[in-house]
């Protein structure tokens, strides 16, 4: 293969939802580009794409897949997409290398959740995007409904290039009112007549190449003034106008398909390479803010957006060329870490197919083997250059389990292969969690840890349990309670003697510390002789006053009384849990002058402030997370109680084009398994989003089944 220049290449990443037609469509795109001489189906499990045993099983995409195309002398990167939610890092990932998308409707279907979820994530990563209306032939196609809800969906961003005629199993050509034809298909390999438009469509069409005119002279003065003077452009200056619209995101160039009988993909090729943005048209940004321009003439960097392990190859590390020329042998290093790292060789990819290549020049995505060091998010770069680039921001985690080997001897293997996976997909995190004591496993749903629990039963042998995780709980006190306690232990020679009183209040955000106190109906005003304040690790804060006079314990005894606190701060007095957000006040105690020492205060210490945590109103707090919910209107209703009998606290309902919104506070130990309930609940066409939001009190019938649990499990310990 050649090695093509910035302005011939095209990187374009497959959108949509599951069952739209994505991996077929990229079938007809390498069959028109050469790459295949037959295409595959899906069905058949035969495609360049779903190319692994867990997809093939599925009939779905699961992994994102780079291939390439030559057309037109131009070459085609293309990266399928997985369609479901779960998978969504492949897409973002894809964002980060490719310059346009091709958003898959299914014509059955109209616009998804899916659909929707994409759109956005191609709008927050400024990619331009190209509507395909896929699967035109099938029978329960609509053309009108599909119109009808991209408009609901995108307002009037949707612009008509064609539409098709005979919509149904009949499908066979459209009218394309850019170029003023009637392509029709004689078979299902692609074979089209370029005909005069039919008088019966004529009217339609001429009124539809008005419209596309008027939306193309929008976007530039020029075009504008002529279209003032004239009333008409020509199709090159259409072409301008539109591409300029779309890379601003106003408009959607909309075309017809029917990928299975490869019906309009040359079409849709062919308005790529001359409307969509070549890498030379876009910026990418470092981490310290500069925009780098995609050119040729320039030192050579290039980012690592993805590595995969491959029978027969081992570990393969997916990039783009992001600046310069890259050829085989190149030496290049890391900017954030030092380490040097040699291009042994150079790969085109299609699947599993790899070409080797000698030279790949700026814009152009392959792939290398034998990599030290380098990963995902991994920018590699002539040495002295100092590019790293900014890295890619995967979704938040949607779904949480505890995992463990169903055999113990299998832990160390188990973390070893779910690190490799997690190396692979970073939207997989894997963590032991000390205050927990579980290994945490995260995603975005339930089908994406399946695929973990497949892999590790398929690929590593492991068998694993998964099971709800337990809640970070944290513990708290309502209000002021003082206690004293003396540890006083002696068994021959020296003895342990240590007392100490203190005094315990909530920081309260807003409140400021006081020295006056009211306990058992006494007034106390403590003398504050010094103040330390804690930003402790797990949140919240520790104050710790030191009001002692008279020598009543020596300062040296002080740095002990904080550790007995802060040792039983991190395992709370009531479930074992972290405390949080206690002023403390020491304020009296004694000492001997032998028998005292530092073990003394710390136990002393402990027990003074467990008695006082537990008269003081203690709470648990709970992690409230912040939902919102992206819903169709007629799931609404089951969504809204679907939340409440989870605690949730509604804070907002609206709609966003065309689909329901729901704000919610949700506790998240009412949220283990949420999103393969709101799957079932709409039928798979809702979807979430999860964010940390704060701490909460439980209410109390909850405390009290906590501390019930905690207590029966201290006695079986």
């Known amino acids: 293969m050649k090695a093509y220049s910035t302005n011939n290449i095209r990187n374009v990443v497959l959108l949509g939802s599951t069952k739209s037609g994505k991996t077929t469509l990229s079938e007809a795109m390498l069959y028109e580009g050469k790459v295949i001489e037959r295409r595959g189906s899906v069905e058949a499990g035969n495609t360049v794409s779903d190319n692994t045993e867990i997809e093939q099983m599925n009939q779905r995409s699961i992994y994102s897949t780079p291939l390439y195309a030559e057309f037109m002398d131009t070459k085609f990167n293309i990266i399928d997409t997985p369609g479901a939610d779960d998978f969504i890092g492949g897409a973002v990932s894809a964002f980060k290398v490719c310059d346009t998308g091709v958003l898959v409707i299914n014509a059955q279907q109209g616009v998804e959740v899916g659909t929707e979820i994409f759109a956005r994530y191609a709008r927050q990563y400024d990619i331009p995007l190209i509507v395909a209306v896929n699967q035109l032939d099938s029978e329960k196609a609509s053309w009108e409904n599909t119109l009808e809800s991209m408009k609901e969906a995108f307002g009037k961003q949707p612009v008509l290039i064609q539409y098709p005629v005979n919509p149904g199993p009949s499908f066979d050509g459209f009218i394309d009112v850019l170029k003023m034809k009637y392509y029709h298909f004689k078979d299902d390999n692609g074979t089209r007549e370029d005909l005069e438009i039919p008088e019966q469509y004529k009217d339609e069409a001429e009124e539809l190449r008005a419209a596309l005119i008027e939306r193309a002279a929008e976007y530039d003065d020029t075009l504008m003034e002529k279209f003032f003077e004239a009333g008409v452009l020509t199709e090159d200056e259409i072409r301008k106008g539109i591409g300029i619209g779309c890379r601003a995101g106003e408009v959607l160039p909309v075309f017809c398909l029917s990928a299975r009988k490869d019906i309009g993909v040359k079409r849709l090729m062919e308005f790529t390479i001359r409307t969509a943005s070549s890498p030379a048209d876009r910026k990418a940004k470092t981490k310290d803010g500069k925009e780098i321009e995609c050119k040729q003439d320039a030192p050579t960097t290039l980012f690592i957006y993805k590595t995969a392990v491959e029978q027969h190859l081992g570990e393969v590390a997916y990039f783009k060329v992001m600046s310069g020329e890259l050829t085989e042998g190149q030496d290049l290093e890391n900017p954030e870490t030092g380490d040097k790292e040699r291009i042994s060789t150079i790969y085109a990819v299609a699947g599993r197919k790899k070409e080797k290549v000698t030279d790949l020049f700026a814009g ?354």
């Open 364 to 717: 152009d995505i392959g792939c290398t083997v034998k990599l030290r060091a380098a990963k995902t998010n991994a920018t590699l770069s002539q040495p002295g250059t100092d590019i790293a680039y900014e890295h890619i921001k995967f979704p938040a985690s949607k779904f949480r389990t505890a995992v463990k080997a169903k055999e113990q001897k299998d832990e160390e293997k188990m973390s070893e292969a779910l690190a490799r996976i997690s190396a692979e997909d970073p939207t997989i995190i894997v963590e032991y969690s000390k205050e927990l004591k579980q290994t945490i496993l995260k995603g975005q749903g339930e089908q994406h840890i399946n695929i973990v629990r497949w892999r590790l039963k398929n690929e590593n042998k492991i068998e694993i349990d998964l099971f709800p995780p337990r809640i970070s709980y944290r513990e708290t006190i309502t209000k002021v309670a003082a206690a004293s306690y003396r540890h006083k232990k002696q068994s021959g020679g020296a003895g342990q003697f240590g007392e100490v009183h203190l005094l315990i209040c909530p920081i309260v955000e807003g409140v400021e510390a006081t020295n006056r106190f009211k306990i058992d109906g006494k007034d106390m005003v403590l003398n504050v002789k010094s103040k330390e304040s804690f930003d402790l690790e797990w949140g919240g804060k520790l104050e710790f006053y030191n009001c002692i006079v008279g020598g009543a314990i020596d300062a040296r005894f002080m740095p002990a009384i904080l550790k007995g606190i802060m040792d039983k701060m991190s395992e709370g007095p009531l479930t074992g849990s972290l405390a949080r957000d206690i002023r403390v006040y020491v304020y009296d105690g004694k000492m001997h002058p032998v028998d005292s020492n530092e073990i003394s205060f710390v136990l002393a210490a402990r027990n003074a402030f467990k008695e006082a945590f537990r008269n003081a109103g203690p709470k648990i707090m709970e992690p409230i997370y912040n939902v919102e919910v992206l819903t169709p209107s007629e799931y609404m209703g089951a969504c809204m109680s679907d939340l409440q009998n989870r605690r949730a606290l509604i804070e907002g309902m609206g709609s966003d084009k065309g689909f329901e919104v729901i704000k919610a506070r949700v506790p998240l130990a009412e949220l283990y398994k949420y999103s393969t309930s709101l799957s079932s609940l709409t039928s798979g066409s809702a979807t979430f989003t999860m964010e940390f939001a704060d701490y909460q009190a439980v209410p109390s019938d909850v405390q009290d089944k906590l501390l019930k649990a905690y207590m029966e499990q201290e006695k079986e310990e």
